[in-house]
C-alpha cells in the first residue's frame, strides 16, 4: 500500500497560513515557521507562549529546525498532484473543497469566483455561456446592493454611486440613471481625454529631456573650446612675459659688458701709471741718499717730466646696485599687472558666475522671472491700429488714425510690433477678445510694405505665429502650418530664449499649458507683434512688472 504525504493542513503554519519555513516545534509540541514564531515573541513583551494553545514558558524557549518536518514539506511542495497554492493577493475559488485553487474569473450572474477547473461549465453550458465574467475580484459583494440583495446594474450620476435597478425605481427613480455599462463609455472617453494629456506632457517633457541633454552637450563642448581657448591666451601672455623676461636680460647683459670695459681700461691706464710712479719714487729715493752736493742738484735736475697725472679725478659710486633702477622698473610694472589682473580676474569670475544653463522653465511661477513689459510702438502699427493704456493695448478701427508715415509702418497688414528688441530670456502675456488673432514675434528686417507674405506674420522665415481661434490653434512659420491642440484661453504666454533658440507659446490660466515650442537659430534680435483682424477685437499686453533677464 503506497504511503500518503502529510497534507497541506499539517504542514501550514497556524501564524501566516502558508506551508512551513524552517518549521520549528515548539516545547507544547505545535509547530511554526521560525521567522514567524520569533516575530510573535518579540511582540509579546518578554512574554511567550504559544499562539494555539496559550501555553506559557517562563523563559524564551531555543528554537531549533525540525529536519523531518522540513523534510515533509519539501516532500509536499514535489507531489506533482498538488496544485499551486493561492498568494494573499489572489482570489481563491469558492468551489474548491479541500485545497483552495487561484480563481481566474469572476461571475457577476453567479457572484462566486472559478478556478479553471470549475469555471469550465460556464464555457461549456449554454446558459452559463450568458454570464458575465470578470477578472477575478475580492470585491464582487461590494457590487451587489445591500438593500435588495441584487447586482448594481445601474449607475446614479445624480448621487454618483452604483445602484440596483429596484433602486433606479424607488429612491433614485427622479435621478439621472444611466447603465454601468453607459457610465464605463462615458468614463472611458474621459480617460481617453486624460491620457491624450498625459501623453502630451510626456512628449513634451521627453522633447525636454532631449533638450536637456543637448544643453548639456552644449556646456561640455563650450566649456572644452573655452578652457582651451583661455590655456592658448594664457600661454601666448606667459611666453610673452619670458619674451620680455629674455630681452630685458639681454639688455642688462650687453650694458654690463659694455660698462665693465670701460672701467677695466680706466684700470689698466691707472696701473701703469702706478707702475711708473713707483719706478719714479725707486729712482727718487735712490738719489735721496746721494752725499754729493753737486752730484745730488744735477741727477736731479736731469730726471725727465711726468707724463701721468698727479692725482685722481675718479669718483666711486657708494656700494649697491648700479642696476637698481631697472629693478625698480620692472617692480612697478609687476605691480600694475598684479592690480589689472586682479581687477579684470573679477571680471572674468563674473561672467563665469552669469553663464546661464537653467533649464527651460516650466510652472507660471518660473516662467514670471523672466516676464517682460511690452510697449507697442506707434511708428509701426497699420493705419487702423488705436493705441492704448500707455500702448500695450491695440483695437483695429473703421478709420485711419490720424499718424506721420514712417519706414517702419505696416502699411497693408493689419499688424504692430514692440518698441523694444528682445534678447535672453523673456516672457510675456497677451489678452485677447475676438474671433482671431495672431501673437507673434518677428525680425526687425521683416517687410512692411503691402500684405503679401514677406510682410505676414507667420509667412516667411522671418517671423514665426501662433494664430488663435475660439476653438483651436495653428502655428505658422515660413509658411508651413502645424494644428496646435491644447486648452483654449484667452490669454497666451510667449517664452523666448533667444540665446538657446527657444520659442513657447502657452495657454494661460490658472495654470500654463504648452500648446507649441520652436527649436531653432534666431540670427537676429526678436520684437513681439501681434495682427488682428476684424474690428472689434483687442489684445492687450499684460502688465506682470517684471524685467527681462
Known amino acids: 500500500m503506497e504511503q500518503k504525504g502529510a497534507d497541506r493542513e499539517t504542514l501550514s503554519c497556524s501564524i501566516c497560513l502558508d506551508l512551513l519555513k524552517k518549521p520549528v516545534t515548539i516545547p507544547c509540541g505545535h509547530n511554526y515557521c521560525m521567522t514567524c514564531i520569533s516575530r510573535h515573541w518579540d511582540v509579546e513583551n518578554y512574554t511567550y507562549s504559544c499562539p494555539q494553545c496559550r501555553k506559557m514558558f517562563t523563559s524564551r524557549p531555543v528554537l531549533v529546525k525540525n529536519t523531518m518536518l522540513a523534510s515533509l514539506v519539501e516532500d509536499l511542495k514535489s507531489r506533482h498532484d498538488v496544485a499551486p497554492s493561492t498568494a494573499a493577493e489572489d482570489v481563491a475559488c469558492d468551489f474548491c473543497t479541500e485545497r483552495k485553487r487561484k480563481a481566474s474569473k469572476s461571475c457577476l450572474n453567479c457572484m462566486a469566483s472559478y478556478c479553471e477547473i470549475h469555471l469550465q461549465p460556464h464555457h461549456e453550458v449554454i446558459p452559463l455561456k450568458r454570464h458575465k465574467l470578470v477578472d477575478a475580484s475580492k470585491k464582487l459583494q461590494e457590487k451587489i446592493c445591500s438593500r435588495h440583495d441584487e447586482v448594481m446594474k445601474m449607475f446614479c450620476r445624480t448621487d454618483q454611486q452604483f445602484i440596483c435597478i429596484l433602486c ?21 472617453r474621459e480617460l481617453q481625454e486624460s491620457r491624450a494629456v498625459v501623453q502630451k506632457i510626456i512628449q513634451d517633457r521627453e522633447k525636454d529631456v532631449e533638450l536637456l541633454k543637448q544643453q548639456v552637450k552644449n556646456i561640455n563642448v563650450s ?46 691706464k691707472l696701473e701703469q701709471e702706478i707702475s711708473e710712479l713707483k719706478k719714479r719714487d725707486a729712482e727718487l729715493q735712490q738719489l735721496s741718499h746721494t752725499d754729493d752736493h753737486i752730484q745730488f742738484v744735477l741727477s736731479y735736475s736731469s730726471l725727465p717730466a711726468l707724463s701721468v697725472s698727479t692725482h685722481s679725478s675718479i669718483t666711486l659710486r657708494p656700494p649697491g646696485n648700479c642696476f637698481e633702477k631697472v629693478t625698480a622698473a620692472v617692480s612697478e610694472l609687476r605691480e600694475h599687472l598684479h592690480k589689472v589682473l586682479m581687477e579684470d580676474w573679477t571680471k572674468i569670475c563674473q561672467t563665469v558666475e552669469e553663464v546661464e544653463v537653467l533649464p527651460t522653465p516650466v510652472t507660471r511661477a518660473e516662467l514670471l522671472k523672466y516676464s517682460k513689459e511690452i510697449i507697442l510702438d506707434p511708428n509701426t502699427a497699420c493705419g487702423q491700429f488705436h493705441l492704448s493704456e ?15 508715415d514712417h519706414p517702419d509702418r ?38 512692411r510694405t503691402g500684405c503679401s507674405d514677406e510682410s505676414r506674420f507667420g509667412k516667411n522665415e522671418k517671423s514665426w505665429s501662433l494664430n488663435c481661434y475660439s476653438n483651436f490653434y495653428v502655428f505658422y512659420h515660413n509658411n508651413i502650418h502645424t494644428h496646435v491642440s491644447g486648452p483654449q484661453s484667452s490669454r497666451i504666454g510667449v517664452y523666448l530664449d533667444h540665446t538657446a533658440g527657444i520659442l513657447s507659446f502657452y495657454s494661460v490660466s490658472e495654470t500654463v499649458t504648452l500648446l507649441h515650442r520652436v527649436k531653432t537659430t534666431f540670427t537676429e534680435p526678436l520684437h513681439a507683434g501681434v495682427h488682428i483682424f476684424s474690428v472689434g477685437d483687442s489684445v492687450q499686453f499684460s502688465k506682470l512688472h517684471k524685467s527681462c533677464i
Not at 427613480?173 to 472611458?188: F, G, L, N, P, Y
Not at 592658448?232 to 647683459?253: A, G, P
Open 390 to 404: 500707455e500702448n500695450r493695448k491695440v483695437t483695429p478701427m473703421e478709420e485711419h488714425q490720424p499718424r506721420p
Open 223 to 268: 566649456a572644452g573650446q573655452t578652457v582651451e581657448k583661455n590655456e592658448q591666451i594664457f600661454t601666448e601672455l606667459i611666453r610673452l612675459l619670458h619674451q620680455r623676461s629674455s630681452e630685458l636680460e639681454k639688455e642688462v647683459r650687453s650694458k654690463q659688458q659694455t660698462k665693465a670695459s670701460v672701467v677695466r681700461a680706466l684700470q689698466e
Open 168 to 188: 433606479s425605481m424607488e429612491e433614485h427613480k427622479d435621478h439621472d440613471t444611466v447603465s454601468t455599462a453607459a457610465e464605463k463609455t462615458k468614463k472611458q
Open 410 to 447: 505696416f502699411t497693408g497688414c493689419f499688424q504692430v510690433l514692440s518698441r523694444e528688441s528682445l534678447t535672453g530670456r523673456c516672457y510675456w502675456e497677451v489678452e485677447w477678445r475676438g474671433k482671431r488673432v495672431d501673437v507673434a514675434v518677428a525680425y526687425k528686417s521683416i517687410s
